[in-house]
């Protein structure tokens, strides 16, 4: 089968999930590749070519971000039902994250696109407040133990659904103000002394939305509060407007922490995370794999005398 997965990733979390999705297709012999929306060409030739496509896309306000919906509303409709899944991430394993795609689902559905299944895992957050290492390699290591799982699944035709949550497509109508309120947060951005006018941000904003001149930025009004540029400034002198106290600055390494590190929302992480890596644990020792203890959040108890350890 030949299927393509159109993705939108701010910071690179979305990203290195569907490579890995289409690499695990590929090793049930489906033909997959990745594209990103931004740099998408001959889509209408591409799709017609594939028996399915794919999208993926993090999660922004329980929505799917502005680009992906655009880039949705774009797709030529199909004469044949054609099937389509979705790949997504998001930085917390919340129930309201299951009602992100109704919007996405239904400007496909309306195009004779059918609905097959939906996949979400969980990776650090880009805006809000920053994870620790261990816990981003914990997450990523943990959707590399899922995702092999699920697309087997997939290449099988096995249709996975998230739960539905009630009044669902009515909230997610309601959060996607933010669509809005990042065009309109967007132009309050800008940029301090310790920039060294390195023009990463200009050359990689998704919208072209950063431009330069006359020893200036301008930060437009096509803002999708993605957090490329604030996120990977090498200088972290980019400030994102209303939400600058939830700025995260500096990519993740996903790599074991070499040292203990100081874990500042440990008792909400502890609460809010554990059951995704216990109900991801038992699928993944279900399926045959190895899942070992260091991905497991540790007893509470535990992770204070880490933390003290840390601060000491
Ligand atoms: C504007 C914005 C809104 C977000 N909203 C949510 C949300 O509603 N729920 C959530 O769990 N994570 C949310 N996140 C976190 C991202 O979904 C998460 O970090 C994701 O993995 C980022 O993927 P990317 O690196 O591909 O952009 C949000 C991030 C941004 C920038």
């Known amino acids: 089968m030949k299927t393509v997965i159109y993705y939108f990733s701010g910071t690179g979390n979305t990203e290195k999930v569907v490579n890995a999705a289409a690499d695990a297709?590929?090793?049930?012999?489906?033909?997959?590749?990745?594209?990103?929306?931004?740099?998408?060409?001959?889509?209408a030739e591409t799709v017609a070519a594939c028996g399915s496509i794919g999208?993926?896309?993090?999660?922004?306000?329980?929505?799917?971000?502005?680009?992906?919906?655009r880039f949705a509303e774009e797709l030529p409709a199909q004469e044949q039902p054609k099937p389509f899944y979705i790949f997504k991430t998001?930085?917390?394993?919340?129930?309201?994250?299951n009602i992100s795609s109704c919007k996405l689902r239904a400007v496909l559905e309306k195009k004779n696109y059918v609905f097959q299944s939906e996949y979400h895992y969980v990776m650090p957050y880009?805006?809000?407040?920053?994870?620790?290492d261990k816990m981003a390699y914990r997450m990523w290591e943990t959707a590399k133990r899922l995702i092999p799982?699920?697309?087997?699944?997939?290449?099988?035709?096995?249709?996975?659904?998230?739960?539905?949550?009630?009044?669902?497509?009515?909230?997610?109508?309601?959060?996607?103000?933010?669509?809005?309120?990042?065009?309109?947060?967007?132009?309050?951005?800008?940029?301090?002394?310790?920039?060294?006018?390195?023009?990463?941000?200009?050359k990689t904003c998704p919208t072209h939305n950063i431009t330069y001149e006359n020893g200036k930025f301008c930060f437009g009004g096509d803002c999708?509060?993605?957090?490329?540029?604030?996120?990977?400034?090498?200088?972290?002198?980019?400030?994102?407007?209303?939400?600058?106290?939830?700025?995260?600055?500096?990519?993740?390494s996903f790599l074991p922490p070499a040292a203990e590190e100081e874990e500042r929302h440990k008792r909400y992480c502890k609460n809010s995370y554990?059951?995704?890596?216990?109900?991801?644990?038992?699928?993944?020792?279900?399926?045959?794999?190895?899942?070992p203890d260091e991905l497991r959040m540790p007893a509470a108890e535990e992770e204070d005398d880490l933390s003290a350890r840390a601060t000491e």
């Open 126 to 132: 880009n805006i809000i407040f920053r994870h620790t």
């Open 25 to 43: 297709l590929r090793g049930h012999g489906w033909d997959a590749a990745a594209c990103a929306i931004e740099r998408a060409e001959n889509v």
């Open 149 to 202: 799982i699920d697309c087997a699944d997939l290449a099988a035709g096995i249709p996975a659904a998230k739960k539905s949550f009630p009044f669902g497509s009515a909230l997610a109508w309601i959060m996607r103000v933010e669509h809005w309120g990042g065009r309109w947060n967007g132009k309050m951005y800008s940029v301090d002394e310790s920039c060294v006018h390195c023009m990463k941000c200009v």
């Open 55 to 69: 999208i993926g896309y993090p999660v922004h306000a329980f929505n799917a971000p502005a680009s992906v919906i």
């Open 90 to 97: 998001s930085g917390e394993p919340l129930a309201l994250n």
């Open 224 to 252: 999708l509060m993605c957090m490329r540029c604030a996120f990977h400034c090498p200088k972290n002198a980019i400030k994102i407007g209303l939400f600058n106290k939830w700025k995260v600055n500096g990519a993740y």
């Open 274 to 291: 554990e059951k995704y890596f216990e109900d991801a644990r038992r699928r993944v020792l279900a399926s045959g794999g190895d899942f």
